[in-house]
């Protein structure tokens, strides 16, 4: 009969035997059969790959979490999240980023917050990556996210993921200059100095 003996400070000792060597409850240092330790190396590495699989579901929820923290605190919901300003913030999470048929015009056109629940399903995360930090139109404060880190935006795509598709596509871009069919919020500045002289002087 054997039993294992730590080798120095307790190295090579893997699946209950030593890889080095194995010793008799006599003393007596005995050859390691090859085909032993082969099984035994295997052993535990299935056994740590089951360990590391178990954790997982545990790190996806922790993420979803970081994303829903970072949209609720990030302003998204101002725009993309129909009421979500006017109600303070008190709309359902099953509502939450399915767009706004209400546009926003300016010099740029007319934009509307498009439905993030939609758009989202259909992108790998790298492109959501290389979406994210690119330029948009106004009123999209995209630097914001050109700046996040890539942790933060993968969580970010993490949590609209989990929510699932909800809401219909939002109109399209109008240019400037065209007939808006929508309700749509003036995005310009008002009483100007400019504007001021030029009331001044009638």
């Not at 996806?60 to 109600?87: F, K, W």
């Not at 909800?166 to 929508?182: C, E, H, I, L, R």
């Amino acid at each position: 009969m054997y039993r294992h003996r730590y080798i120095g400070n307790g190295t090579g000792i893997v699946g209950g035997y030593s890889i080095h060597q194995l010793y008799s409850e006599h003393g007596e240092e005995k050859s390691v059969n090859p085909v032993r330790i082969k099984s035994a190396v295997t052993a535990t590495l299935i056994f740590s790959l089951s360990m590391t699989l178990t954790a997982g579901p545990d790190e996806d929820r922790q993420q979803v979490e970081r994303g829903r923290y970072l949209i609720a605190t990030s302003g998204c919901n101002d725009c993309h999240t129909p009421g979500y300003p006017e109600s303070g913030g008190k709309v359902p999470r099953s509502e939450w980023l399915t767009g706004n048929p209400v546009g926003f015009e300016g010099p740029w056109g007319t934009t509307y917050p498009s439905n993030l629940r939609i758009k989202m399903q259909g992108w790998t995360e790298q492109q959501w990556l290389e979406k994210a930090r690119a330029p948009m139109r106004p009123p999209m404060p995209w630097f914001s996210l050109r700046d996040m880190k890539d942790d933060d935006l993968l969580a970010i795509y993490a949590f609209v993921r989990d929510m699932g598709p909800s809401g219909d596509a939002t109109p399209a871009y109008v240019p400037p200059g065209q007939k808006v069919n929508t309700p749509y919020y003036e995005f310009m500045p008002k009483n100007l100095p400019v504007m001021q002289a030029a009331n001044a002087s009638r």
